[in-house]
């Protein structure tokens, strides 16, 4: 069914999901030439201690009225796995002729060495990073940034990345949204 197809697979905790997330797989859409981007809502992000519900975060997302080539996928709670690599695993056997890449925010890339398994999520799939503000300089002088600096795409080549073997990863600059998960929760607390 997805046979050939280029994926952009845009994971996280959206706790709550927004704008800026939404700024983030349209910009991924469109830089990486992808076909699709599904989102994947992490069931229980294991750096985190405590999160709404899976369901109510689904919620968040499906508010944002996903524009057309994007969706929600629930593999990832299918599977009844919290970590990313099992899931890439899972994504090979299952669409071994989709060309995934997988996408991440800047600030995500800076804190890549704490997941499980990094170097084999590394290997997974090519990895887009997303620029965020304040994330940018952590991610493009961070550990995985140094350790595969011989595999980094340049921005300029983004919309061939698909296509390419992994490690690969490229950096996108692009305009910046300042919306952040963390800003809306302690604005709700607040309120």
Known sequence: MY???????????FDPAHMGHLHVAKAGLRELSLDHVWWLVSPQNPLKQEQPSYESRVETVKDLTLPPRMAISHVEKEANTNYTVDLLRLLKKRHPDTQFVFMMGADNFAQLPKWRKWQDIMAAYPIAVISRPGGGLKARLGQAARQYADSRVPEQCA?????MTAPRWTYLTLPLDKRSSSALRAKLARD
């Open 3 to 13: 046979e050939g197809l280029k994926i952009g697979l845009f994971g996280g905790s």
């Open 159 to 163: 919309a061939s990345l698909a296509e």
